[in-house]
């Protein structure tokens, strides 16, 4: 085959995935980490952070979906977000899709990120000035560190893979202080890679992370994602009550388009194989 094809690699789990590619449209190392930008030929373009795969124009909607409407339909008041990582800015996108949120913090280490979604993704970042939204580029852990006790309603951890600059955000210290800074009824929400391949690995673990630092209840939902490894991913919700809402009636009544979450598909996302039971 004559043609460039991009492979993520995972030598952890023996399996790779390509996209055949058109031509590299950026490449470029930050003080964090390395970031690609590709033109693929049926995915659009495609972000890569350090040889992982973060998006593509094509099914991002999957992620960035699945990542925001839960875990705001499951709060009973959700008013002020905060999103560590994320800057794609997708999910804020769909975060500010909801008329009740007044106030959304994304706290991102890397300026870059959001600077080149805003030029290959610019279909994303349309929500970037709206006055609720507030960017910051710092560190996602000290920002937690420092905000004011029973602050925030709602804490979306959208970041890379649980290796380099991120792996602090997977660990029982930060889930402490997401406790500590979320308001009664608060909720986390993590994104949690993938059933298959990391249900021992990452999944487990952090249920156990997150329960001994004091959440109450810990549930994990999941869907299709065609461009992360495996092809299935997963977020997990942390809840700092023990009772577990959905306003399903709002769901039903959103008010703005999504292209997978709905209400029904809110309740089979949470409905588990009996392998992850
Ligand atoms: N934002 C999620 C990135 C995961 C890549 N494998």
Known sequence: DHRNWFT???TETGIGFSLHTKEKLHSE??????IDIYAT???GNLMVIDG???LSTRDNFLYHEMMSHPVIFSHPHPRKVVIIGGGDCGTLQEVLKHPAIQQVTQIDIDERVTRLSELYFPELCQANHDPRAKLLFADGIQWMQQADAGSVDIII???TDPIGPAEGLFQQPFYQECLRVLASDGILVQQSESPLLHLESIIQPMHQAMSSAGFATVRTLHFPQPVYPSGWWSATLAYRNAKVDFRELDAQNKGFDTRYY??????CAFVLPPFMK
């Open 8 to 10: 993520e690699a995972s």
């Open 52 to 54: 992982f795969v973060m």
């Open 262 to 267: 709905d209400a029904a598909m809110h309740h």
């Open 157 to 159: 951890v959208d970041s």
């Open 41 to 43: 030929e049926t995915f």
């Open 29 to 34: 190392q930050t003080p964090y980490q390395t």
